[in-house]
């Protein structure tokens, strides 16, 4: 069965510094998606950043990255120059299914806070 | 470009009764998902509809019951609330479901049970 691990519940980070989330996975499928999701206090999951299992280069979108690493089975989203406004929850997450029936299996997140 | 909007925002049940959350989807998408996220926990899978029809379902028991209307917008209806059922109801839709595609997210739904 698919998992994502996050073993960060918090974290800090001075703001305008770089910070990496950590997520590893598990799966058996040789296709699959992995997703970064930012979930502000509000509740609204806000789409990060995605990296294809096939994809050869690191997925990045302004100040994220993505750093994967395949045969560690391990997704990292880097953010960098950290603003007071990335303090949220964020989530990893992988897609699983088949044919055309795909849902996201999440982790259960790291807070990260962004000191002034 | 409209996005995913849920309503309401919150609702507070008591156990035994029934409720209904309804979203719609951005525009030009036609899937939608329904996830359960209890406090301090990543969300979880409940189903997804794709053209009016159950396109995959999680673990969840049969209370938990859903409809997507022609214009793609849904509803997650719960029969029988339990304390348990308490938690943030998110609702995502996609322009596809594939495994490439990311889900745009809605609001939510909190819902608490008394």
């Known amino acids: 069965a698919q998992k994502i691990t996050q073993t960060q519940p918090g974290m800090f980070v001075q703001e305008k510094e770089a910070v990496t989330l950590d997520c590893t996975y598990d799966?058996?499928?040789?296709?699959?998606?992995l997703f970064w999701y930012k979930q502000p206090s509000s509740g609204e999951m806000i789409f990060l950043i995605y990296?294809?299992?096939?994809?050869?280069q690191n997925a990045t979108e302004g100040r994220y990255s993505l750093n994967f690493q395949k045969a560690r089975k391990s997704a990292n989203l880097v953010i960098s120059a950290s603003q007071l406004g990335d303090s949220a929850m964020y989530f990893c997450?992988?897609?699983?299914?088949?044919?055309?029936?795909?849902?996201?299996?999440f982790g259960s997140g790291t807070r990260l806070l962004v000191r002034p | 470009e409209t996005g995913v909007t849920q309503s309401p925002t919150h609702l507070i049940k008591t156990r035994g009764q029934q409720v209904t959350l309804r979203c719609s989807s951005q525009?030009?998408?036609?899937?939608v998902s329904w996830y359960q996220q209890a406090l301090g926990q990543g969300p979880q899978f409940i189903f997804q509809?794709?053209?009016?029809?159950?396109?995959g379902r999680g673990n969840f028991p049969p209370r938990f019951s859903g409809l997507q209307f022609p214009n793609y917008s849904s509803e997650l209806n719960v029969n029988a609330l339990e304390l348990d059922d308490s938690a943030l109801y998110l609702c995502?839709?996609?322009?596809?479901?594939?495994?490439?595609?990311?889900?745009?997210f809605g609001d939510g739904t909190r819902l608490s049970i008394l």
């Open positions: 995502a839709s996609s322009l596809i479901s594939y495994l490439n595609q990311p889900q745009h």
């Open positions: 799966t058996s499928d040789q296709s699959y998606g």
């Open positions: 990296q294809g299992s096939y994809d050869e």
């Open positions: 997450a992988m897609s699983a299914g088949m044919d055309s029936s795909y849902k996201l299996i």
């Open positions: 525009s030009g998408h036609n899937t």
């Open positions: 509809y794709y053209r009016e029809e159950e396109n």
